[in-house]
């Protein structure tokens, strides 16, 4: 949703206000602003989750080690 506000709000009146963009919004560029947000928001959800399972899994195979060391 988020996405989308800030294409509708702050994008738009840029570009049109630049000219590289006709006056008005189209419901297809806020639909194609929705999917581009969930894409990106998925991938870096991803990526986060991705991040702390290795961490985890590092200090985890870390603990194991040093007290069989230890």
Do not use: C, F
């Amino acid at each position: 949703m988020e996405s989308i506000t800030v294409d509708l709000a702050v994008a738009r009146p840029t570009a049109i206000a630049l000219g590289e963009q006709k006056a008005g919004t189209h419901l297809d560029e806020a639909r194609r602003a929705g999917v581009y947000g969930a894409l990106l928001g998925g991938a870096l959800g991803g990526g986060g989750s991705a991040g702390r399972a290795a961490r985890w899994y590092a200090s985890w195979a870390n603990s194991r080690y040093t007290s069989r060391v230890g």
